[in-house]
C-alpha cells in the first residue's frame, strides 16, 4: 500500500466543493473543558482586571491566548520524554539537541537557553549598549524590552502594506531595503551590532518575510559587515508559507526552505515553546567567536551549558519536536486552520488581517472599536468583551501592548488587534465555528463595547499584569444584550 509521504501538504478535496481543512492526526489525550456561565466570565474579568492574561483557565473555555506552549505534543515527543538523562553537565538528552539542530537549523554551535526572552536577554547583554540601534522587520514585546533593558533603540522597517489590514501582499513581514541602507547609512555600521529579522512576524498578524527579501538583507548585511540574527521562533510556518507563496519554493521539502533562511542568518534564536512544540529555548550558530561571545552568559543567567534552565525532559521533546516542524502535514494545520477562520469572518465583512498568516486570527480592533479611542485600548476593550461573551480567550496586541517611550508617555500601536491564537492541533474544527458564530454576534452588537482604563500598570512588559477596569458600566449592557439574545444558552 502506498503512502502519502509525511512532508507532503495535504490537499484533501471535498466532493461537496466546501474548503475545509481537513485534521491528518487524531486526539489521544484530552482535557476536559468548561464554559461557565456569562455572569461567572463577568467576574472573571473584574477579578483579573480586564486583562485576559490574569484569568485562571478554570474561567476559560478556549484558551485562544498564545501558541506558545500550548501546541499539542506528539505521541513520539512524549515518548522521547522518558528517555531524558538526567545529568548536571554533559547529558545525553542536550547532545540530542545539538544534532538535531545541525540537522534541521543547520547551525553547529548551540547554547540553550530556558524560553526565547532569555535567548533575546544574552544577544542584548553581548551586543546591545546605550547608543545602539537594531533595525528589524518588526519587534516584538520580549525582544524590544531586551533591547531598551541595555539602552538600546530599535527602528522597524516594514513596507508601508504590511500596516494594511486588508491587503493580498504574500510577504507582509519584509524588510524594506532602502530604508534599511538609509537608517545605516545614517546611524553609521558602529552603532549597529546587528538586524534583527523576525521569522513570520508576530505583531502585525503572523506575516511572513520572502527568501529573496531575506538575501536582499543578507547582502547588505555583507556590504556592511553586520551581523543579521533570525528570530526563528515561527520559522516553521514562515517555511510554509514561502512553500505557498514563493514560486522559487513551491517544490522545495521544508527541510531545505527553513536550511535556506538559517544559512543566511548568523545567529538564529527561536522560542521552543513555538518552534518545537515543547518548552525551552536557544541560540545557534556556525561561528565559533559569536558562540564565545555568549558562552559566558548561559551558566550566569541560565544554567550550565549543557541544560541552560530547561528541563532535559523537555530537551527530549524540543530535538524531537525540531524534526518534527519538516513535517507538512503537522506543520499546516494550524495555518490552514487560520486561513478557514480569517476567511470565513473577512466573507462577513468583519475586519480580520488578511491575507491569513500564521500562529493566529488577528482581529482589526481600531475598527471595530472605531467608537473607542486609543487612549482607551480598542484592543485590549474587545479582547475583554470577546472573553465575556464567548468565553474565549484571545490577547489584545495594541497599545497595552506597547511600552511607553523613555519620558514615560503612551506610545499609541499602529495595530490595535485581538489576537485568536491557534495551536497546533488542539482546536477542532466546530470550535473554529464557534469562534466565528460569536464574534459575527459581537461585531453585530460592536456598539456594545466600551473602553477601558489602566489601575495597576507595571513599569516592564505591562500588559502581562497590568490592571485596568471598564470606564462605563458597557460589560453589564453587553451581557443583558447577550441574554436577551441567548437566553440560558451558554
Ligand atoms: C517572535 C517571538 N520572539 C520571541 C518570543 C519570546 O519567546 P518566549 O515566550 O519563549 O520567551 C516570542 C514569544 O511569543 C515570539 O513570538
Known amino acids: 500500500m502506498s503512502q502519502i509521504p509525511m512532508s507532503q501538504s495535504p490537499q484533501v478535496k471535498f466532493y461537496s466543493g466546501e474548503n475545509i481543512p481537513l485534521e491528518l492526526h487524531k486526539v489521544r489525550v484530552v482535557q476536559k473543558l468548561h464554559l461557565v456561565p456569562i455572569e461567572r466570565r463577568l467576574e472573571a474579568l473584574h477579578e483579573g482586571g480586564f486583562n485576559t492574561f490574569r484569568l485562571n483557565t478554570v474561567d476559560v473555555f478556549l484558551d485562544m491566548l498564545t501558541d506558545s506552549g500550548t501546541n499539542a505534543m506528539s ?16 547529558s545525553q538528552s542536550f547532545y540530542r539537541l545539538k544534532t538535531a539542530v545541525e540537522e534541521v537549523l543547520g547551525k553547529k554551535y548551540l547554547l540553550p537557553a530556558h524560553q526565547g526572552r532569555a535567548a533575546e536577554n544574552i544577544i542584548s547583554n553581548a551586543y546591545v549598549k546605550k547608543g545602539s540601534l537594531i533595525p528589524m522587520n518588526y519587534h516584538f514585546t520580549t525582544a524590544l524590552a531586551h533591547i531598551t533593558q541595555y539602552g538600546g533603540k530599535i527602528v522597524e522597517l516594514l513596507y508601508s502594506e504590511a500596516y494594511n489590514i486588508k491587503s493580498t501582499h504574500p510577504f507582509k513581514g519584509n524588510m524594506n531595503i532602502e530604508k534599511l541602507k538609509e537608517v545605516i547609512e545614517q546611524h553609521g555600521v558602529k552603532n549597529i551590532p546587528y538586524i534583527r529579522m523576525e521569522a513570520s512576524t508576530n505583531l502585525i498578524g503572523g506575516q511572513p518575510f520572502s527568501i529573496a527579501n531575506l538575501r536582499e538583507v543578507r547582502a547588505i548585511a555583507d556590504h556592511y559587515g553586520i551581523k543579521l540574527v533570525l528570530d526563528a521562533s515561527l520559522l ?22 527553513i536550511l535556506a533562511m538559517t544559512e543566511l542568518s548568523d545567529i538564529v534564536y527561536f522560542s521552543a515553546r513555538k518552534l518545537s512544540s515543547s518548552r525551552g529555548g536557544g541560540i545557534c550558530t556556525n561561528s565559533l567567536e559569536i558562540y564565545r561571545e555568549f558562552e559566558p552568559l548561559v551558566p ?86 470577546f472573553y465575556l461573551i464567548s468565553g474565549v480567550r484571545g490577547m489584545e496586541r495594541g497599545s497595552i501592548s506597547n511600552q511607553r517611550d523613555e519620558y514615560g508617555n503612551e506610545t499609541y500601536a499602529d495595530m490595535e488587534l485581538l489576537r485568536l491564537a491557534v495551536p497546533r492541533r488542539v482546536f477542532t474544527l466546530s470550535q473554529i465555528k464557534y469562534v466565528e458564530d460569536r464574534l459575527t454576534w459581537l461585531y453585530e452588537n460592536r456598539s456594545l463595547i466600551g473602553g477601558l482604563r489602566f489601575v495597576y500598570e507595571p513599569p516592564v512588559l505591562r500588559f502581562f499584569m497590568g490592571g485596568l477596569e471598564p470606564v462605563s458600566d458597557w460589560p453589564q449592557r453587553l451581557m443583558a444584550k447577550f441574554k436577551k439574545d441567548f437566553g440560558d444558552s451558554l
Do not use: W
Open 75 to 90: 505521541d513520539k515527543q512524549m515518548a522521547a520524554m522518558m528517555m531524558a538523562d538526567d545529568a548536571y553537565a554533559g
Open 300 to 385: 550566569l543567567f541560565e544554567g550550565f551549558l549543557t541544560y541552560g534552565g530547561i528541563s532535559v525532559r523537555e530537551i527530549e521533546a524540543m530535538a524531537v519536536g525540531l524534526h518534527e516542524t519538516l513535517d507538512e502535514s503537522m506543520i499546516c494545520q494550524s495555518p490552514q486552520f487560520i486561513e478557514y477562520l480569517v476567511n470565513a469572518l473577512d466573507g462577513k465583512g468583519i475586519p480580520v488581517v488578511t491575507p491569513a498568516g500564521v500562529l493566529g486570527c488577528h482581529v482589526d480592533a481600531m475598527q471595530i472599536c472605531a467608537h473607542i479611542p486609543q487612549t482607551q485600548y480598542p484592543a485590549g476593550s474587545l479582547a475583554a468583551a
Open 236 to 257: 516553521g510556518e514562515n517555511a510554509y508559507l514561502v512553500k505557498q507563496r514563493e514560486p522559487e519554493f513551491a517544490d522545495k521539502s521544508m527541510a531545505e526552505i
